[in-house]
């Protein structure tokens, strides 16, 4: 028994590690191979596996022990029957295991591998790939096939930024170049996204940070900040900002950031400046380029108090009064308000005068229609449509003598031969800054506005009262009023019988 046992055991490690040579091909005929592999005696990958490409140009190489991937890997970039390398790595039972090297091939400024990436081929794509120059893409370093840290280059070689990773997120030290290797940024990142520690964080012309943590092109200078270890601004720190060339560019004591750093943000660089306190900006030179005081306004980091600007010789070029800026904008913020309020108010206003014309001319109105009548007598009004749109309406009234009178009341009242909905729509508009130029100028219209309006509503319920009884005697005193003023006292004194 024992005899049977050992020789199955010889077997099996023979068959193990056996290597028999397998080829597949592109083409029926067989003169275009398209894999060639061993296989050890179980029919499992057992050694190099090889691939090429229709035109015979090797696609890549994967190394196995007994059916899992063990060993050297690498993938070719190929053109015809051409290959040049793109990435090398290990697998490690089949995990990537140490380091992957990724590598482009450069010429005109262009990347092959970016060109690949994005299928976005152009005329010089083949030329790249026939002459240009061997580069880096990226360096990545794997632990059971999990990323702990990468390195990517610049397209002239150098480093770009070198990150650490833990469960796939940016953890630990950071540091980002440009293409000069001046560091942009650098620091550590704690649990979260959290920035922890003494940062170098990269700033555009604004103030502002990238929105993409590698879009680098628009960064003009850098800026130590220092944050607690929960990811807080030290607000403590004098932070100090430089231009790329190394020299300072300004100081200022931070109160906050724009948004809290971590990854449920926008990006854990923050965005702009909140300050407090004293500043002063340099000219590369070293010379002062202006000096003034920060403070904390409406949850706004702003300028206040006198500033001072210079010229690049150290002479004075402008002094302004930030206290007085701040002042105007509180009046304005105060008129905006009052403006707000009135809107309130007249849409208010506006909506009940609206419902209750409506009800009066409803009472008035026989017919009216869009088409202009072939006959009969009738009245052409201007009309608000369904869509905002002035249009012209044809009416009939059922009580035409008295309607005349109705009309000149409202004409008299609003001052305007407009119906009320073309009135309000044309007085009172929506927009802050049209009722501003219609109102703020010369307020005096508003409040006269206001009081018309007030006046027609009024009115309203004894007109409709005249139109629903019967109004011989009433037209008959309408008759003997002379002015509107007259016409409008008797409407309003009139006493109507109970229906």
């Known amino acids: 028994m024992k005899s049977i046992v050992t020789l199955l055991t010889i077997c099996l490690a023979f068959a193990a590690k056996s290597q028999i040579l397998k080829k597949t091909y592109h083409d029926y005929k067989k003169t275009k191979v398209h894999y060639v592999y061993y296989v050890n005696g179980s029919g499992q990958y057992n050694g190099l596996l090889t691939q090429y490409t229709y035109d015979g140009a090797k696609l890549g190489e994967e190394t196995y022990v007994n059916g899992i991937k063990n060993g050297a890997y690498k993938e070719y970039y190929t053109r015809g029957g051409i290959s040049k390398l793109k990435i090398t790595g290990t697998y490690k039972n089949d995990a990537k295991q140490g380091q992957w090297t990724t590598y482009t091939l450069v010429k005109y400024g262009q990347s092959y591998f970016n060109i690949i990436e994005s299928m976005m081929f152009n005329d010089k794509e083949v030329d790249i790939f026939n002459n240009g120059i061997q580069t880096k893409v990226k360096e990545e370093t794997f632990n059971n096939g999990i990323c702990t840290k990468e390195t990517c280059y610049h397209l002239n070689g150098k480093v ?139 949850d706004k980091s702003r300028q206040v108090g006198i500033w001072k600007y210079y010229n690049q010789d150290g002479t004075v070029k402008e002094e302004k009064d930030y206290d007085v800026l701040i002042r105007n904008e509180q009046i304005q913020d105060s008129i905006n308000r009052d403006h707000t309020q009135k809107l309130e108010d007249w849409l208010k206003l506006s909506t009940k005068l609206a419902l209750e014309y409506s009800k009066l001319t409803d009472i008035y109105t026989k017919s009216k229609t869009i088409s202009k009548p072939y006959s009969g007598e009738f009245e052409t009004i201007e009309d608000i449509g369904d869509y905002g749109n002035v249009q012209n309406v044809y009416v009939f009234y059922k009580k035409n003598d008295l309607f005349k009178v109705i009309r000149e009341i409202t004409i008299y009242c609003l001052d305007s031969k407009d119906y009320p909905r073309i009135y309000i729509k044309n007085n009172f508009p929506k927009k802050l800054s049209e009722f501003t130029e219609n109102h703020h100028k010369s307020p005096d219209n508003y409040y006269n506005s206001i009081d018309k309006l007030n006046k027609l509503i009024s009115l309203i319920p004894k007109m409709i009262a005249c139109a629903e009884q019967n109004t011989k005697e009433l037209e008959k005193q309408l008759n003997t009023g002379i002015t509107i003023e007259e016409k409008i006292k008797i409407i309003e004194n009139y006493q109507f019988e109970p229906k």
Not at 185 to 201: A, E, Q
Not at 230 to 240: I, L, P, R
Not at 276 to 289: C, H, P, Q, V
């Open 160 to 298: 770009f930024y070198t990150a650490n990773f833990q469960n796939r997120s940016y953890t630990g030290d950071y540091v980002c170049y440009n293409d000069k290797s001046v560091v942009l940024s650098k620091g550590k990142i704690g649990l979260g996204g959290k920035m922890v520690g003494l940062w170098v964080v990269p700033r555009e012309e604004n103030g502002d940070c990238p929105r993409d943590k590698h879009s680098i092109g628009n960064v003009v200078y850098t800026q130590k900040i220092k944050f607690d270890e929960n990811g807080n601004v030290d607000t403590n720190y004098m932070s100090k900002s430089y231009y790329l060339s190394g020299k300072l560019r300004d100081s200022v004591r931070l109160y906050s950031l724009e948004y809290t750093s971590g990854y449920n943000n926008v990006w854990y660089l923050c965005g702009k400046n909140l300050s407090i306190g004293k500043y002063n900006k340099y000219f590369e030179s070293g010379k002062l380029m202006e000096a003034g005081k920060y403070r904390i306004y409406n």
